[in-house]
């Protein structure tokens, strides 16, 4: 899991698939490999993104990535304290 205040850093992306899903709306699976602070970490995500638009589809694809991690690692963070405090409910205090 990544830390919530840790700020991952895109170092790569590669396309895995890519398949038309609409007029001009493309659905990409792609790989990802984060820099962070504990290191490297891989990520898999399936992205949409427009056909056409400013910028290359390359860019497009790493600015939809970084919303999209944003929004991963909220989820994830909701989730990790959510169990924590049902762990914590469920545990019988030592004292």
């Known amino acids: 899991m990544l830390r919530p205040d840790a700020s991952p ?3 790569d992306l590669e396309i895995r698939r890519l398949r ?6 493309l659905e990409v699976d792609v790989s990802l490999l984060l820099k962070t602070g504990a290191g490297l970490q891989a990520r898999n995500l399936t992205l949409a ?3 056409g638009g400013g910028g290359t589809l ?8 970084r919303l999209m991690l944003g929004a991963a690692m909220r989820m ?3 989730c990790y304290e959510a ?8 545990r019988p205090s030592a004292a």
């Open 9 to 11: 850093e895109l170092a």
């Open 20 to 25: 038309q899903v609409g007029p001009g709306l």
């Open 49 to 51: 993104v427009s056909e």
């Open 58 to 65: 390359r860019d497009r694809l790493r600015d939809e990535a």
């Open 76 to 78: 994830e963070k909701f």
């Open 83 to 90: 169990m924590s405090l049902a762990d914590r409910q469920v």
